[in-house]
């Protein structure tokens, strides 16, 4: 069990700063909306100061309520130092981790990594949130997480990085699809075929807008999802192709039921896969172990030895 000592109200106003509303911070919290109200009310009732903007789009952070939101952040990462501190004292690897990770880690690396810390350290308590990469990184500077292992994550010089590799993007396809006797592809050819998009809730969608957004009007035939896990199903239905990096389909590829095939466009870019920490909390024997496993499966799972980080 780790250590929560941020006060209620503090993870109060944090929650509505990011949700937007106290209704909302009321379903994520399963607190009343009363009682978030109250609190709030109370802090700005000392402070003589509004802490958030109120109107019918919903709540923002006024200046004042960015400072405070500030205080609750500082006094999130004291704590997640002082409790690394304490398990690090006992000199027993033992305690709770918790893991940001993306959907498309969700039947390859994480299990494998879970598996990994219950063999070795099984007096380790693991939690694990599959969230978007801005909410990995997000989550690990503020405390909220260990480390994350995060695609395209901006360079920060809170964040300390573990591990580094950038993939290629290509087509996923099944083995008795058309496009799979192919050596390359380029985007022309791909959105000839039925293609699964991701949505603009993942990271690699954001980047192709970016340069090749006219693929998502030219391509015959389409569908748009928010889960990698889900696009690589409606891949694997045989019917729809996709654009994704090797690493995301890496347990279906090394299994034979999707074929990578890489695509010929000379301005794709590459996806970056990260293990990143918080530079600012001290690492327990235990972490360092865990992220020494998580690099080991990352370095198995690309089957390369060399490493940008």
């Known amino acids: 069990m780790s250590l929560h000592l941020v006060p209620r109200s503090l993870q109060y106003i944090e929650q509505v700063a990011q949700r937007g509303s106290i209704q909302a911070a009321s379903r994520e919290l399963g607190i009343s ?60 690897e033992h305690g709770h981790i918790r893991i940001a990770a993306m959907d498309s880690m969700v039947n390859g690396f994480i299990p494998e990594l879970v598996d990994n810390i219950a063999r070795n350290l099984p007096r380790v308590q693991v939690e694990i949130e599959i969230t978007s990469p801005d909410g990995a990184a997000k989550g690990v500077l503020s405390g909220n997480f260990d480390f994350a292992a995060v695609a ?10 573990h591990w580094s590799r950038k993939f290629p993007l290509g087509c996923i396809a099944t083995p008795d699809h058309p496009v799979a006797s192919m050596e390359r592809i380029g985007l022309i050819e791909f959105v000839s075929h039925p293609v699964v998009f991701q949505s603009a809730a993942l990271s690699i969608r954001k980047l192709l807008e970016a340069r090749h957004g006219w693929i998502f009007d030219r391509a015959a035939r389409s569908v748009v999802v928010n889960s990698i896990q889900l696009m690589k199903l ?21 299994s034979g039921r999707l074929k990578f095939i890489p ?4 301005d794709t870019f590459r996806q970056t896969i990260s293990v990143v920490s918080n530079a600012q909390i001290p690492e327990s024997t235990a972490n360092r ?8 499966i990352l370095e198995r799972l690309t089957g390369r030895a060399d490493c940008e980080g």
């Open 33 to 92: 909306a009363s009682a978030i109200h109250r609190q709030i009310t109370t802090i700005e009732d000392t402070l003589g100061e509004m802490l958030f903007e109120r109107d019918a789009n919903g709540m923002t952070l006024t200046p004042a309520g960015r400072l405070v939101l500030d205080l609750a952040r500082d006094w999130r990462l004291d704590n997640a130092r002082l409790w690394t501190v304490i398990q690090a004292n006992r000199g027993v």
């Open 234 to 254: 409606l891949v694997l239905s045989g019917e729809y192709i996709a654009v994704t990096s090797e690493l995301d389909a890496g347990p279906e590829i090394m």
């Open 263 to 266: 695509i010929t466009d000379e």
């Open 152 to 161: 395209n994550v901006a360079p920060h010089e809170n964040l300390k990085l």
């Open 289 to 296: 172990k865990i992220f020494a496993m998580a690099v080991q």
